[in-house]
Every structure is written in structure tokens, then in C-alpha cells.
């Protein structure tokens, strides 16, 4: 069975400083993503994006953007993400889908 080796998901908007921050804050942990912009692409059209940004509400319990996900699990915005960081949490729930990250 293969792992995903990008088993993260963001969900930012291009101008958002949070969305470049949390983009920042994975980057400088070396922790593999991908970016969904919804400002951007198909996102562009307006029913999409609205049924998206609603998804998301669903999913995470919140408005905001960023929104960090591993897998099926919301970590929440920058600083949330930041917080599962710190306490380790974020590296745990990478480990359980296969991802190592190295450690400071």
C-alpha cells in the first residue's frame, strides 16, 4: 500500500497574510502540502467557489481561511496549525499517515 506523501491540504486565498503564513510555517517544517487557492482556477467561477468555502464550513466549523488539513482531519487556520506544532500534535497525525518530518 503506498502512502501519500502530501497527505496535507491547504485551502487559502492568494491575498490572505494568514494563508501565506501557515504556507510559510509548513515550508520552514519541511512538511509536504498541497495548496487549494480558492481565488484562483476553476475556483474563479462564483457557484463553485461558494459550494466550496460552504464545504469547508461544514468540515471545519469555520469561515476563516486558511484551513489545514491531514487527511480527513481538520488542524484549523495559522494558528491553530502553529499550536499543533508546537505541542507536536501536527508531526503525530503526519506520522500516522506515513509522513516524517525532521525535527529542529
Known amino acids: ?27 520552514s517544517l519541511q512538511v509536504p502540502y498541497h495548496t487549494v487557492e480558492l481565488d484562483s482556477g476553476v475556483y474563479l467561477d462564483t457557484h463553485l ?7 469547508l ?7 476563516t481561511l486558511p484551513q489545514v488539513f491531514v487527511g480527513r482531519d481538520n488542524i484549523g487556520g495559522y494558528t491553530e496549525t502553529q499550536a499543533a506544532a508546537r505541542a507536536g500534535r501536527l508531526q503525530a497525525l503526519l506520522a500516522a499517515k506515513g509522513v ?3 525535527t529542529p
Not at 500500500?1 to 510559510?24: E, G, N
Not at 464550513?57 to 469561515?63: E, T, V
Open 1 to 27: 500500500m503506498q502512502r501519500d506523501t502530501k497527505p496535507v491540504t491547504v485551502f487559502t486565498l492568494s491575498w490572505c497574510s494568514y494563508c501565506h503564513a501557515v504556507k510559510s510555517l509548513l515550508n
Open 100 to 102: 516524517s518530518i525532521p
Open 49 to 55: 467557489h461558494q459550494r466550496m468555502r460552504t464545504e
Open 57 to 63: 464550513r461544514q468540515l471545519s466549523g469555520s469561515q
